[in-house]
């Protein structure tokens, strides 16, 4: 039994005929609606299968509720349940959001799978390009390319963003704003494989020279795709970026390119780097605070980033320093000593030991060569390492915390 009762009645005009022009989501759905309703149907489309494309991958409650009306929802694929919460990060703070409902869906399984269903509802499939349209109030007739005229008592025409037919018939697109929308879509893993604590994570950014919008992370079946909203040009510099980068993942910043993907993929190698950045920071923190022992600790909070500001993939990694160490004779209180003469020239030589260490840790893990690495330590300037500590808070700036923590 379908779930069209709650469209109400249909009173069925004898020898009444629909052609529904156009089998995307809207007009398969409709198609599938007015066939479990007894109507005659025809559907015509210039695929005989909805190819893969980017297309609406997130219902909206209402959306859904128009989809369940249709009788359509139980066709979305793959089936998850509604998600009922959602992190949102606004103004730089995470709150949690009920939803009453949101579904994830392939679009182009989500179509093909309604086109499937139209045959059970009686719906005529016909593969054809239409070629015009006749707009009979009486007798409207609809041209295939092929040269076949069929004739209705209604004609639907949803061919999506193909607008030829639309101007044929005297119809122009008003586009409310001619703003565009550049949308990327992908799906995304956690580096160390486990599954996501969340199910949907929404990012809204202050507006930003970058022009990206709006974030959104949710689930399709068991994986988590991410959508990424932005009001570029498809020509400008940064679009072009993005999409190199999603065509090919991989890519890494600062480290030089041939560490990159092993940084990008492997958290235990991104774990390790770590280790030995927060090593040479000590050594150097150690040095420039003479009262403190051999033993003094840093105190550090590090954040691993993978993406850049235009989100093009960019792991480097972000690190809060306490400018001292912290040490305990034996019989005294924990001390705070604090750093002096932490010049470019300190910062530079923490560079160049890092580089010497992370070259010779991927030697030993097998993932550079001899001579590579040998070759890596002669080039120019870090060799594609670089440390940035030009920027420094005091206790007491306030403001300065506030910014750092947002
Ligand atoms: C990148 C992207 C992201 C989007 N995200 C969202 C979202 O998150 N939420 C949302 O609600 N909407 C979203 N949308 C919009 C949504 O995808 C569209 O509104 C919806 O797909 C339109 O469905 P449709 O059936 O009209 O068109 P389509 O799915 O484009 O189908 C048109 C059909 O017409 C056929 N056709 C075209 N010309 C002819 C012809 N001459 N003869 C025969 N057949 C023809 C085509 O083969 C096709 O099958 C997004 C759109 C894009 C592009």
Redesign the pocket.
């Known amino acids: 039994m379908c779930e069209c009762g709650a469209l109400g009645p249909v009173v069925k005009p004898p020898d009444a005929k629909v052609i529904v022009?156009?089998?995307?989501?809207?007009?398969?759905s409709a198609a599938y609606a007015m066939g479990a309703r007894g109507l005659d149907v025809i559907l015509?489309?210039?695929?005989s299968e909805?190819p893969v494309m980017?297309?609406?991958?997130?219902?909206e409650a209402d959306?859904a509720e128009i989809m369940r009306r249709l009788g359509v929802l139980g066709h979305r694929r793959p089936l998850c349940d509604p998600v009922r919460e959602v992190l949102s990060f606004e103004g730089g703070r995470v709150e949690v959001v009920d939803t009453v409902e949101q579904y994830g869906i392939d679009?182009t399984e989500t179509?093909n799978c309604i086109r499937e269903a139209l045959l059970g509802v009686g719906v005529e499939l016909i593969n054809?390009?239409?070629?015009s349209i006749e707009a009979d109030a009486f007798r409207p007739a609809v041209t295939i390319r092929d040269g076949r005229t069929l004739t209705a008592t209604l004609v639907v025409l949803?061919?999506?963003?193909?607008d030829?037919?639309i101007e044929s018939l005297g119809m122009r697109r008003a586009m409310v704003p001619r703003l565009k929308s550049l949308?990327y879509?992908f799906d995304c893993v956690r580096s160390d494989g486990r599954p996501f604590d969340f199910v949907g994570f929404n990012h809204h950014l202050p507006p930003n020279a970058r022009r990206i919008e709006y974030v959104t992370l949710f689930r399709i079946g068991g994986r988590m795709r991410a959508?990424v909203f932005t009001r570029l040009t498809p020509r400008c510099d940064t679009a072009i970026a993005l999409r190199k980068e999603l065509e090919r993942p991989g890519t890494v910043f600062p480290a030089p390119k041939r560490l990159r993907p092993y940084l990008h993929h492997d958290v235990r190698v991104a774990g390790a780097v770590l280790q030995i950045f927060l090593r040479a920071i000590r050594a150097t923190l150690r040095r420039s605070s003479p009262a403190a022992s051999s033993r003094a600790q840093l105190g550090a909070v590090s954040f691993f980033h993978r993406f850049g500001s235009s989100l093009n993939v960019h792991p480097h990694y972000h690190l809060v320093v306490l400018d001292g160490v912290f040490s305990k004779a034996d019989d005294s209180e924990i001390a705070f000593h604090e750093a002096h003469g932490l010049t470019p020239d300190r910062i530079a030589q923490v560079e160049s030991v890092v580089q010497k260490r992370v070259l010779r840790y991927f030697r030993r893990q097998g993932l550079l060569d001899e001579v590579d690495a040998a070759g890596m330590l002669t080039w120019q300037g870090s060799g594609g390492f670089s440390v940035d500590a030009s920027v420094r808070i005091e206790a007491e700036d306030r403001a300065g915390i506030e910014r750092l923590v947002r």
């Open positions: 022009v156009g089998g995307g989501l809207a007009r398969a015509v489309d210039r695929r909805y980017f297309r609406a991958e997130k219902i959306q679009y179509v054809g390009a239409v070629s949803a061919t999506g963003g193909s030829k037919l949308s879509g959508n």
